[in-house]
């Protein structure tokens, strides 16, 4: 609530109000550099805002742990990185973090859930396509079955129809609880995505009303 972020006298958050409701879901678009994907990191506290504060459940996140709040709100970066080892290695990883077994055929829904061939579980990461890392790196997040999914430009590297597959996955998951938070560049991708489709100018945030 009430996020600022200030760099070189300049507010890239000025002042920002966001609430995201139990499996809503918002698209986020806006000119490059807008502040968009400083968002995304502040809410998951990978970035310190200058004011304001961040909340989940009324509770103040940095009084949270750090580990249960990253298993809470899960962020996928545009570019993931991938880490050492497997696509199954990558996907168990947060859940390992916590000291729960990820099973093989729970590693083929999650990627199958994603777009993506679950024969591809014993590749390495580190030699996977950008699309398929960007999937990988979604399949990495729901893992840990966190309440808030933070996805930065989820289909950038996809061809069409693995995109609208994503997206259709986003939407039965938050059909069923889970909230997310979108930044999208393709007006499609943000209309079949969003709940509400909100567009950042200055720092703030303005509602976008989107035809059916």
Same mark, same amino acid.
């Given at each position: 609530?009430?996020?600022?972020?200030?760099?070189?006298?300049?507010?890239?958050?000025?002042?920002?109000?966001?609430?995201?409701?139990?499996?809503?879901?918002?698209?986020?678009?806006?000119?490059?550099?807008?502040?968009? =994907?400083?968002?995304? &990191?502040?809410?998951?506290? #990978?970035?310190? *805002?200058? %004011?304001? $504060?961040?909340?989940?459940?009324?509770? +103040?996140?940095?009084?949270?742990?750090?580990?249960?709040?990253?298993?809470?709100?899960?962020?996928?970066?545009?570019?993931?990185?991938?880490?050492?080892?497997?696509?199954?290695?990558?996907?168990?990883?947060?859940?390992?973090?916590?000291?729960?077994?990820?099973?093989?055929?729970?590693?083929?829904?999650?990627?199958?859930?994603?777009?993506?061939?679950?024969?591809?579980?014993?590749?390495?990461?580190?030699?996977? =396509?950008?699309?398929? &890392?960007?999937?990988?790196? #979604?399949?990495? *997040?729901? %893992?840990? $079955?966190?309440?808030?999914?933070?996805? +930065?430009?989820?289909?950038?590297?996809?061809?069409?129809?693995?995109?609208?597959?994503?997206?259709?996955?986003?939407?039965?998951?938050?059909?069923?609880?889970?909230?997310?938070?979108?930044?999208?560049?393709?007006?499609?991708?943000?209309?079949?995505?969003?709940?509400?489709?909100?567009?950042?100018?200055?720092?703030?945030?303005?509602?976008?009303?989107?035809?059916?």
């Amino acid at each position: 609530m009430g996020l600022r972020v200030t760099r070189e006298e300049r507010a890239v958050l000025d002042g920002l109000d966001l609430e995201v409701a139990a499996g809503e879901t918002l698209s986020i678009s806006g000119a490059s550099g807008c502040g968009k =994907s400083t968002l995304l &990191r502040v809410l998951a506290l #990978l970035e310190p *805002a200058d %004011a304001g $504060r961040v909340e989940i459940d009324g509770q +103040d996140a940095e009084s949270i742990d750090y580990r249960s709040y990253r298993r809470r709100v899960s962020l996928v970066f545009q570019e993931p990185p991938m880490f050492e080892g497997t696509v199954a290695d990558n996907v168990r990883y947060g859940p390992s973090m916590a000291g729960r077994t990820v099973s093989d055929s729970e590693v083929s829904e999650l990627l199958a859930q994603v777009a993506i061939d679950p024969a591809i579980a014993s590749r390495d990461a580190e030699r996977l =396509s950008g699309g398929e &890392r960007q999937r990988v790196a #979604l399949a990495r *997040a729901l %893992a840990n $079955r966190p309440q808030l999914l933070l996805l +930065d430009e989820p289909t950038s590297a996809l061809d069409p129809e693995s995109a609208m597959e994503v997206i259709a996955q986003i939407r039965r998951l938050s059909a069923q609880g889970l909230s997310v938070v979108a930044v999208l560049h393709v007006p499609e991708h943000a209309r079949l995505l969003g709940d509400r489709h909100l567009h950042m100018r200055d720092g703030r945030l303005e509602t976008v009303e989107m035809s059916t």
